[in-house]
């Protein structure tokens, strides 16, 4: 993933509080052979520590036809995309150019997860891993926990296979418009919000916050 300057985190804490926020992603798998990777989409639990990047948790059926890509090649890499719009050409149009002469782009937040799966098959390990998941997901209750041997889900435990992947790299970058004359990022942002499509709160959010730390910056 391409990361220009004015697109990377000004430090660890913007993305690992973006990726708190944002728990829905891609697991990425080398396949075997030649063949294609293999790429699921999962909830993922992402965790300060061990390690200086943490780690993340999720969990899959035991019947997905991944796990023999993943024990050949268990370094992976989890990609988290959300807060997109598409941006049209006239409203990136430089200051002064005809808006005929405007880019367009897209605006996004992206964080990728690079590390080495461990597959947990143990059940008291899968259980563990499950309580977790409902303490980020479900931190209200709700839900039973499971545990080994106990209704409901004790039974359930030997369908599914935990994954917890220790994150050994982060690759993370904010695209707001961040190359582009202050007044063409105040255009834009003023378009999201007349445009107000479904995700374009959320992009202007963005592109919002990121406009007031650099007009923080000396």
């Known amino acids: 993933m391409l990361i220009h300057p004015w697109d990377a985190p000004a430090e660890d804490a913007e993305w690992r509080t973006w990726l708190a926020a944002h728990d829905f992603g891609q697991l990425a798998v080398n396949g075997l052979d030649g063949e294609p990777p293999f790429v699921q989409p999962v909830h993922v639990a992402y965790a300060t520590g061990p390690g200086a990047y943490g780690e993340a948790l999720l969990h899959l059926a035991r019947p997905n036809p991944l796990w023999r890509a993943l024990a050949a090649a268990p370094r992976v890499t989890l990609s988290v995309v959300d807060d997109y719009a598409y941006i049209p050409g006239p409203w990136h149009a430089p200051v002064g150019a005809p808006p005929e002469h405007g880019t367009p782009t897209s605006y996004y ?3 990728q997860l ?10 008291e390990e899968k259980a563990e891993l499950l309580r977790r998941r ?3 997901f479900q931190p209200d209750g709700g839900t039973a926990r499971p545990a080994v041997g106990e209704e409901p889900f004790g039974r359930m435990l030997s369908g599914i296979r935990g994954v917890r992947i220790e994150v050994t790299e982060v690759r993370a970058k904010f695209t707001y418009g961040g190359n582009k004359a202050r007044e063409v990022q105040r255009r834009v942002t003023g378009l999201l919000a007349r445009r107000d499509g479904p995700r374009d709160r959320a992009a202007r959010a963005q592109q919002v916050r990121r406009l007031a730390a650099a007009d923080r910056e000396p």
């Open 114 to 123: 690079v590390g080495v799966a461990h597959v947990l098959d143990d059940p």
């Open 109 to 111: 937040a992206a964080v």
């Open 134 to 136: 409902l303490d980020h």
